[in-house]
């Protein structure tokens, strides 16, 4: 299976501040296609995942550019640019190039 | 609107079984492949498997986590999605999500199983 590992375990904003968060993949998740299949989710406290991010930086309808996301084949940053207290909860990396898809262990974003 | 509702999930004793299911609604459920992910409080989704669509001819593929003890399935002229969990485990303990995944996904509220004596 594909790990992947993110770091930090947690971080501590001040609103209007910047964010970042890093995934690291056991593999290349560039796929044939031509496709980084590495994906971004956020999931607020009691709530479902939601996507913020497909294929490495594409921004899912509806979340603000304030989320942006860039990479190589292997190693992905999630950049959360003037963080807002809606932005509080865990952000998890995951990939969808073979199966099992997976995701990683998640990092807990919190406002100082 | 798509929706997904789950429902089915409670208390379930180690090594009994369990049906989910997943009301879909808001778009042609034929045209989509459809996914279980399941959450241990606290923990990462992992993703348990999928249904592929009708032009794929509703095939699945299973996470090798739970390969042979879960079975997902469909019921395409009530849009519905199930999933059969058999010789259930503690460690299959979790909310459990429908979702239609892809450039933009769509996730159910999910359902809590709780697999306990």
């Known amino acids: 299976d594909i790990v992947l590992t993110q770091a930090p375990l947690s971080v501590s904003v001040t609103p209007g501040e910047s964010a970042s968060i890093s995934c690291r993949s056991s593999k290349s998740l560039l796929s044939s296609k031509g496709i980084t299949s590495l994906y971004w989710y956020l999931q607020r406290p009691g709530k479902s995942p939601q996507l913020l991010i497909y294929q490495m930086s594409n921004l899912a309808s509806g979340v603000p550019d304030r989320f942006s996301s860039s990479g190589s084949e292997t190693d992905f940053t999630l950049k959360i640019s003037k963080v807002e207290t809606e932005d509080v909860g865990v952000y998890y990396c995951?990939?969808?190039?073979?199966?099992?898809?997976?995701f990683g262990s998640g990092t807990k974003l919190e406002i100082k | 609107e798509v929706k997904l509702l789950e429902s089915g999930g409670g208390l379930v004793q180690p090594g009994g079984s369990m049906r989910l299911s997943c009301a879909a609604s808001g778009f042609t459920f034929t045209d989509f492949y459809m996914n279980w992910i399941r959450q241990p409080a606290g923990k990462a989704p992992e993703w348990l498997g999928f249904?592929?669509?009708?032009?794929?001819?509703?095939?699945?593929e299973y996470n090798p986590s739970v390969k042979g003890r879960f079975t997902i399935s469909r019921d395409n002229t009530q849009n519905m999605l199930y999933l059969q969990m058999n010789t259930l485990r503690a460690e299959d303990t979790a909310t459990y999500y429908c979702?239609?995944?892809?450039?933009?996904?769509?996730w159910g509220q999910g359902v809590m199983v709780t697999v306990s004596s």
């Open positions: 979702t239609r995944l892809g450039d933009f996904d769509y």
């Open positions: 995951g990939h969808r190039l073979e199966y099992p898809f997976t």
């Open positions: 249904i592929r669509n009708k032009a794929n001819g509703y095939t699945t």
